[in-house]
């Protein structure tokens, strides 16, 4: 287990990226197999490049003033929303605030093994029940479905 600020991990600065700086909070570098989270400073005027990936992206805004860009169009942000991105959607986010933009990005760190299709199920309905279960006269702690 560790526990430390997102500021004791130095910030990549991509040349390709004027304005944003990425900590890798939490990688393979420290034993995590499965996700990545960074966490991203977006300087005032700033932005992301549009991109797509094939996996899906949690985000969550920590401070600053921003929109997240889309396929569907733009979405103002400001702290504590949050964003999801499904694969292979386009997206950016642009600082148009004052101060610097941050936030919390998880995505996976390796692509899924091919997997062989599932055949699709229906749904079982929900069972109905006539009345609120109750409680059986022997045991006081495990409710008894009663027929109708």
Request: proline fraction near 16%; include cysteine; glycine fraction near 6%.
């Amino acid at each position: 287990m560790e526990v430390f600020r997102p500021e004791d991990v130095p910030a990549e600065e991509p040349a390709n990226l004027p304005g944003v700086k990425i900590r890798w909070v939490i990688d393979k570098k420290r034993g995590a197999e499965n996700f990545a989270m960074r966490v991203f400073e977006v300087a005032p005027g700033a932005e992301t490049p549009l991109h797509d990936h094939w996996y899906e992206q949690e985000m969550y805004l920590l401070d600053g003033r921003g929109v997240m860009v889309g396929e569907a169009g733009e979405w103002p942000l400001e702290p504590g929303m949050v964003m999801w991105v499904p694969p292979h959607e386009r997206h950016q986010i642009k600082n148009v605030g004052e101060g610097p933009l941050k936030f919390i990005c998880c995505v996976p760190q390796k692509k899924p093994e091919a997997q062989s299709p599932q055949p699709l199920r229906e749904p079982a309905p929900p069972l109905p029940l006539a009345r609120p279960p109750r409680l059986d006269a022997t045991c006081r702690s495990a409710p008894v479905r009663t027929s109708p």
